[in-house]
């Protein structure tokens, strides 16, 4: 086992060396291009000691970077301090970017004659990016090697792959069957004259089938991928086929043994539910060699497709490259996903709320008239906090965690908890660990975003916790990102608008004052899948017309604006809203958001003359229907409590 990451990095260049391999980039991705990703998967994590979600480090013979976005600044910084990766922080004036890099380095070794090489693994680099390092190689003369996994070569203790079993999100949850998302997504193809569809993204192959899996934590999702034609629809997934258990086979069908047997991935019951919906079933890495003898053309996303999966269709193959159509499609949520959401979010608020009381009230922070209702009514009907024990960022963080495990249709957290007190703050993705954390003290804030998946639906919150006195500054920031959260979720407008143009509103109280913060506003939240999804997120900056999206009806988007200063503290505010019908005029139909995450905001830490008129309005308005939502769930002084901090300002 090589331990110390420089060491690491050093085998990495004697291996690059032996295998003639100049530059050699190492993603943040799985086959699929997943945002998260299993622990076999973590290349990155290995080479360069940052655990970040979000980065791409880069190795060559005499030096090593990682590049990521800002939020990851501080973290990166922390974690690099020990090994020799420089930090290249992504959209910061002055500093280049990945491509950039290497066309630097490319030219290096081109002033000395060499004739360069890039390596990568191409089951795990898109498409799109290994199609960039082609072009840019071969105007030097140089060559791709893709077909090497350097650092599974020097990983002597990598994690196994994990092969959980999926399982099936029924209707009463689904909202739609399989059978009518599959008839959607063969009219799409129809219509842009597509004989193949092929799909990637893991969510989208779980959206589709309406099953779920364990192959990612946190992210319901197992490593499949999904080949479409107007007459058949296969699902690669499992061992190769020598390995499969016939035992397993459906032997009381026989299309359904025909279709789907002995897989050692499916439960009777699955392959029983995929032969039904004349899904059939190959070993998952069949698709490189069914694709290799296709023709006509292929619908894919080269964003999502790996390079090898692209470099295994036939010159002659027609592929159409665009965004795979069950992205949009599982971002409407239905009815019924809409409702179970709804209802998901108030038991979710439910188990915020007491977290949030109980904060309060190990802080020392309750009013007379709560701390008199505790006295007089006793324990609370649940479980508190450990009193006599100190509150430390882990403990909150677990304690919030068993509320969540213990509604009834819980199924996961969405993520790990993040529970971040003061300077830790800061850092926009901290997690506390056994081994680092930090005590929680009777001053500042302490900011904890979290979020829960049941079979009902994802949530996803923020809430920024006065845990004491604030400073001036902490006070004025704070206010700040509550007039920013508001204005977006109180927007009205009209229908075509894109989510990029109503990004302004939330950034525009931090504009003002020159200030801003370095992540977007939202993202789309998906329906028991990654938390964050697209197509629909806000934010200012456009890399791509591809993210140029505008909101529709049925689309759930996160509102979390926030303020961060490096070693100080940070605060961030964050609901799950629901896009929605308004007004329909002579101008045409307006569109606002419906707020799903249903528990108190802190305004105790709030500078009201900040605040206009309408920002009052709107925090009374959103604090009245946390009460009516909430409260019929709580007694006691938890009760007290959410009714004294929820009254009008």
């Not at 004697?14 to 050699?24: F, P, S, V, W």
């Not at 906090?385 to 919030?400: I, K, N, R």
């Not at 988007?557 to 005029?585: A, F, H, W």
């Not at 959103?622 to 409260?631: G, L």
């Amino acid at each position: 086992m090589i331990k110390s990451i420089d060491d690491r990095q050093a085998a990495l260049r004697t291996l690059m060396a032996e295998k003639g391999i100049d530059i050699y980039i190492v993603p943040t991705s799985d086959d699929h291009s997943s945002e998260y990703v299993g622990d076999y998967f973590k290349t990155r994590e290995y080479i360069t000691g940052f655990t970040g979600s979000a980065g791409t480090a880069i190795i060559t013979a005499n030096e090593s970077g990682l590049w990521t976005d800002g939020r990851y600044f501080v973290q990166a910084e922390k974690q690099l301090a020990d090994n020799q990766t420089i930090l290249y922080k992504m959209g910061n004036d002055g500093v280049l970017t990945v491509s950039q890099y290497i066309q630097n380095q490319l030219e290096i070794l081109a002033e000395n004659g060499k004739k360069p090489v890039i390596g990568f693994d191409g089951r795990c680099m898109t498409a799109v990016n290994g199609y960039r390092y082609l072009e840019m190689v071969n105007k030097f003369g140089g060559e791709l090697k893709t077909d090497l996994d350097l650092i599974g070569e020097l990983w002597s203790e990598r994690p196994e792959l994990v092969n959980s079993k999926p399982w099936i999100l029924t209707e009463e949850y689904s909202g739609v069957d399989t059978a009518q998302k599959l008839s959607d997504v063969r009219s799409f193809m129809k219509n842009v004259d597509a004989k193949y569809h092929l799909i990637s993204d893991l969510c989208n192959v779980a959206w589709l089938l309406n099953m779920r899996g364990e192959d990612i934590s946190h992210v319901p999702v197992f490593m499949s991928y999904m080949l479409i034609s107007q007459d058949e629809a296969t699902l690669f997934i499992g061992e190769d086929e020598e390995n499969w258990n016939d035992s397993l086979g459906v032997t009381d069908d026989e299309n359904a043994a025909d279709l789907a047997s002995g897989c050692n991935r499916l439960t009777p019951e699955a392959q029983k539910y995929l032969s039904e919906r004349k899904i059939s079933i190959k070993p998952y890495n069949d698709i490189y060699h069914t694709l290799e003898n296709i023709d006509g053309s292929i619908l894919l996303d080269e964003r999502f497709s790996n390079y090898r999966i692209c470099n295994s269709l036939p010159d002659a193959v027609n592929v159409l490259n665009q965004p795979e159509p069950e992205t949009l499609m599982r971002a409407l949520k239905n009815d019924v996903e809409i409702a179970n959401t709804i209802a998901a979010h108030i038991d979710d608020g439910v188990a915020m709320t007491k977290f949030i009381y109980q904060i309060k009230k190990k802080m020392g922070l309750l009013s007379e008239d709560v701390e008199n209702v505790a006295k007089s009514k006793g324990p609370e009907d649940y479980q508190e906090m450990a009193y006599e024990e100190p509150l430390t960022e882990l403990s909150a963080a677990t304690y919030l965690d068993k509320l969540r495990s213990e509604i009834d249709d819980y199924l996961d957290l969405s993520f790990s908890t993040i529970s971040a007190y003061g300077p830790n703050a800061a850092m926009a993705h901290y997690s506390a660990t056994p081994e680092n954390y930090s005590d929680v003290k009777p001053r500042g804030f302490l900011l904890v975003d979290s979020g829960g998946h049941y079979k009902r639906g994802t949530t996803d919150i923020t809430r920024t916790t006065a845990v004491g006195p604030v400073s001036d500054e902490e006070r004025e920031m704070y206010t700040r990102t509550l007039q920013s959260h508001l204005r977006l979720e109180y927007a009205k407008f009209i229908q075509g608008t894109a989510a990029v143009q109503l990004d302004i509103l939330a950034r525009e109280p931090y504009w003002e004052v020159g200030k801003d913060f370095k992540h977007g506003t939202g993202h789309g939240v998906g329906h028991i899948l990654n938390v964050h999804e697209g197509p629909n997120s806000f934010r200012w900056r456009i890399t791509d017309l591809s993210s140029v999206q505008e909101m529709l009806p049925g689309m759930i988007t996160s509102d979390e604006p926030g303020y961060y200063e490096d070693d100080k503290y940070g605060i961030r505010i964050e609901n799950v809203i629901l896009c929605q019908e308004d007004m329909k005029n002579d101008y045409g139909q307006f569109f606002s958001f419906k707020p799903l995450t249903m528990v108190p905001i802190d305004l105790e830490p709030v500078d009201l003359d900040m605040l206009s008129k309408q920002e009052k309005s709107w925090i009374n308005d959103y604090h009245r229907q946390v009460r009516e939502n909430i409260a019929p769930h709580l007694t006691g002084a938890t009760l007290a409590w959410l009714e004294e901090v929820t009254q009008p300002v």
